[in-house]
């Protein structure tokens, strides 16, 4: 991406910053990490506390509004990761399935003599229903960064790298950046699926309101 006035400020962190065991405490999870690191082998040969899914994560339920409502007041897209629930632009996978489903009704609302429209998009309704009941049983339907309007898109999240089935990630390739799961056991190509993609470009328009 060519610089210019348009070129977004990024910050990148571990993922820990903003909850009291790391700002306040940060000389205990200093000493259990290290403990950690020394006795994992034995635990992985036990297999005994080894990556506890997200559902038992220890993140604060407020993680994501402390650092959406930073990355909004400095002005900058903020990348994080730790909370294992992936964020694009903002919004949630849970929040963007009730958006889709939002929408599709709506639109099924404004066309309700188109018989077949009607009917293709009662089929993708029941399909979106179905995943966000599997993230909600997750514990990944999280609050939304902006509860009384839409959020500004400054705040993302790499999300978990500990699936048995593989990871999720941001990629950046010059004005685009995406949200993707890498398969693990996957045997043919493409080996990732691209869940959300957008212009870095044009996030950065919309903070700055222009």
Request: proline share 4%; with cysteine; aromatic share 10%.
């Amino acid at each position: 991406m060519k610089a210019g006035y348009d070129d977004p400020s990024i910050l990148l962190v571990h993922g820990h910053q903003g909850n009291i065991e790391s700002d306040k405490n940060s000389w205990s999870s200093k000493f259990f990490v290290r403990l950690y690191k020394k006795i994992e082998p034995v635990l992985k040969r036990f297999n005994i506390g080894i990556h506890p899914p997200a559902i038992k994560s220890q993140v604060t339920t407020d993680y994501e509004q402390v650092m959406y409502a930073w990355a909004k007041e400095n002005k900058v897209i903020l990348i994080c990761g730790h909370s294992h629930r992936a964020i694009f632009a903002s919004t949630s996978y849970a929040r963007r399935l009730e958006n889709e489903i939002e929408a599709l009704l709506e639109e099924n609302k404004a066309h309700k003599d188109d018989h077949e429209l009607v009917k293709e998009n009662k089929k993708k309704i029941k399909k979106l229903r179905k995943n966000l009941k599997e993230e909600k049983k997750k514990g990944r339907d999280i609050d939304p960064t902006e509860p009384d309007r839409k959020p500004l898109p400054c705040y993302f999240n790499t999300g978990c790298g500990l699936f048995t089935t593989g990871i999720t990630c941001l990629e950046i390739e010059n004005d685009e950046i995406r949200l993707v799961k890498w398969h693990k056991e996957k045997k043919e190509e493409p080996f990732y699926e691209i869940y959300e993609r957008g212009k870095l470009s044009e996030f950065t328009r919309q903070m700055k309101g222009t």
